[in-house]
C-alpha cells in the first residue's frame, strides 16, 4: 500500500462527510505519511473533533473543511464507497472496510472483514508515535469498544498501544455522550419516536430534524435497533444502528439501492438517502428489520 502511495503526485485525502473517528484518524495517518491534507466535505461529528484533540498533536491535524480543490491530481479517498459520502465519482486510491464500492479508482485497498479502516491500514503500513493511538481509537471507535471484531483485531491493537494507553482510550471513547447538551438532544428525540418489539429486540423508529449519528449512537444504547430518519424535499435520509443484534445494517440499506436510493456503510451502522420518496420507505426498513429478527429466532 505504501509503495503505491508514494509513487503518487500531488496527493490529497478525502475522508467521508460527518467525519467519525475512523475517517479522520486514518485519513490523518496518510495524509502525515505523505505530507499532505485531509480534506472532509462538511464537519467532523462533536465526538470526533474530541479526541482528535485529545491524542493527534496540533500540528499533524492538517485538516480542510469543505469542498475538495481541484488542484490534486492523486486523490486518495479513504473509509467510504460512495459518491455521496466524498462528493466525487473518481479517485486514484480507496482504502476502505465498506462493502460494495461505488467510487471508481485505479487502486482498491479494500477490505470488508476488516473491523475499521484503521485497522487495515495498520495492518498494512508500519506506524509511529501518535499514528499508533490515531489507529487504536479509530478500530476501538468502529468496533464499539471490541463488540464487532474481525479475527485479527485484537492483535493488531496489542502490537499498536501498550495496556495503559488501551485504558485510556477506552475511557475517553465512552465519554461519548457526557456533554449535557448531547444528553438533551437525545432525550428530545424520543419524544418523536416510536417502539416496536420483535423477538425480543427493541427497535427505535426517530424522527430526527437533526439527523446527528452522535445521536443515533446514544439512542442505541437505549434500543437495540434504531431507525432514524429525516424527511427533505427531495426525498428522505434514514440511518441504521443494530447495536450487537443479529440485524446487517449495511446489507438492509444495500437492498434499496433498486429504488435509485444511495446507501453506504458497514454491519452495525449505515445510512442512506432515497430520492423522491416519503416516509414509506422507513416502513420498509422496518419490515425487512422485523423478518430478519424472526428467521433469526426460528433458527
Not at 471507535?141 to 463488540?147: G, P
Not at 443494530?242 to 429504488?259: K, R, T
Not at 458497514?266 to 430520492?275: D, E, G, I, R, T
Amino acid at each position: 500500500m505504501l509503495d503505491v502511495l508514494l509513487k503518487l503526485k500531488n496527493p490529497a485525502v478525502l475522508c467521508h462527510s460527518h467525519a467519525d473517528v475512523d475517517a479522520v484518524c486514518s485519513g490523518l495517518i496518510i495524509a502525515n505519511k505523505l505530507n499532505c491534507k485531509l480534506f472532509i466535505p462538511d464537519y467532523i461529528i462533536h465526538h470526533a473533533q474530541r479526541i482528535i484533540n485529545k491524542i493527534i498533536p496540533r500540528s499533524a491535524q492538517n485538516i480542510e473543511i469543505g469542498k475538495l480543490p481541484n488542484n490534486h491530481s492523486d486523490i486518495i479517498v479513504v473509509d467510504a464507497n460512495s459518491p455521496d459520502m466524498v462528493g466525487i465519482e473518481k479517485c486514484k486510491v480507496i482504502i476502505d472496510h465498506h462493502v460494495n464500492p461505488k467510487i471508481e479508482a485505479d487502486y482498491y485497498f479494500i477490505n470488508t472483514n476488516a473491523s475499521s479502516t484503521c485497522e487495515i491500514i495498520a495492518r498494512e503500513i508500519k506506524l509511529e508515535g501518535w499514528e499508533t493511538v490515531a489507529a487504536a481509537a479509530g478500530i476501538l471507535d468502529d468496533t464499539n469498544i471490541l463488540r464487532f471484531i474481525s479475527p485479527h483485531t485484537l492483535q493488531i491493537l496489542q502490537l499498536l498501544i501498550s495496556y495503559e494507553q488501551y485504558n485510556r482510550l477506552v475511557y475517553m471513547l465512552t465519554q461519548h455522550y457526557s456533554s449535557v447538551g448531547e444528553r438533551v438532544n437525545i432525550i428530545k428525540s424520543l419524544k418523536n419516536s416510536k417502539t416496536v418489539v420483535e423477538s425480543g429486540k427493541v427497535i427505535l423508529i426517530v424522527n430526527s430534524n437533526s439527523f446527528d449519528p452522535n445521536i443515533a449512537e446514544g439512542l442505541n444504547e437505549i434500543a437495540d435497533i434504531v431507525i432514524m430518519f429525516k424527511e427533505k424535499s427531495n426525498g428522505v435520509q434514514v440511518m441504521l444502528r443494530s447495536g450487537n443484534s443479529p440485524v446487517n445494517c449495511a446489507n438492509i440499506l444495500h437492498s434499496f439501492e433498486v429504488y435509485n436510493c444511495t446507501a453506504g456503510g458497514h454491519m452495525h451502522a449505515a445510512s442512506m438517502f432515497c430520492p423522491l420518496m416519503g416516509t414509506e420507505i422507513v416502513t420498509e426498513v422496518e419490515q425487512k428489520i422485523k423478518y430478519i429478527l424472526k428467521s433469526q429466532e426460528i433458527r
